[in-house]
């Protein structure tokens, strides 16, 4: 069974702070690992893809295979970075549907 | 390009009624997911059609969930009768279908269920 974990529900930082959302999961292939955002008021979109390797907005993320992990960083957070923050796995056994974790919500204080 | 549109955006109902949402996927997309996010728990999959075919219903809850796609274009998941349980924000999401990969899935905006 494949499984997301996001140990944090909220994280708090200040503007300028670096911050880090904690991702792990299992699952016993090779697995598409995704961060969604989804800000006040709008939808949930996909932030990146681990098979992307690229920055966005700011945000990087680094599968662990040894660790089966994928934080989320960003070295300086901005307000608005305040959102929610979704974890997902894609894994080739199971098809398309993406399993989630539990979600961060985010809050940057001026 | 418009995105994925759901319809309505909030329903209220009442134990034992039945309830009908819509999803429209972006143009182009053979791939629609039903997922749904109860109250305090994570967001889970319910379903996923391929074009009018369903290509996996493991998520579905129960047999007082029907999904239909009939044409391969927008689908319905009807509930019914609901239940309390059933509150919670219904999301679609629609993909392409890519030779050798799998698209991105892009989100709806959600239904908002509330079983009285």
């Known amino acids: 069974a494949q499984r997301v974990t996001q140990p944090e529900k909220l994280l708090s930082v200040f503007k300028g702070a670096p911050v880090e959302l904690k991702c792990n999961y299992s699952?016993?292939?090779?697995?598409?690992l995704f961060w969604y955002v989804q800000y006040s008021r709008q939808r949930l979109q996909l932030l990146l893809r681990?098979?992307s390797r690229e920055s966005i907005k700011g945000f990087t993320a680094d599968l662990n295979k040894g660790e089966t992990s994928f934080h989320l960083k960003k070295p300086f957070a901005q307000e608005e970075d305040s959102a929610m923050y979704y974890c997902?796995?894609?894994?080739?056994?199971?098809?398309?549907?993406?399993?989630f974790g539990g979600g961060t919500r985010v809050l940057v204080k001026p | 390009e418009a995105g994925v549109t759901q319809f309505p955006s909030h329903s209220v109902i009442e134990k034992g009624q039945t309830v009908t949402l819509r999803c429209d996927p972006i143009s182009g997309h053979d791939n629609l997911y039903w997922y749904r996010r109860v109250m305090g728990k994570e967001i889970k999959f319910l379903l996923h059609f391929v074009k009018e075919s369903k290509q996996d219903e493991s998520g579905m809850p129960n047999n007082r969930f029907l999904a239909e796609r009939t044409g391969g274009t927008y689908s319905t998941l009807k509930v019914q009768p609901a239940e309390l349980e059933d509150s919670g924000v219904y999301f679609c999401?629609?993909?392409?279908?890519?030779?050798?990969?799998?698209?991105?899935?892009?989100f709806g905006p959600g239904t908002r269920l509330l079983v009285l």
């Open positions: 997902a796995l894609r894994g080739g056994a199971a098809g398309n549907k993406l399993t």
């Open positions: 699952y016993s292939g090779s697995p598409e």
């Open positions: 681990h098979i």
């Open positions: 999401a629609s993909s392409q279908v890519l030779a050798g990969g799998r698209g991105t899935q892009y």
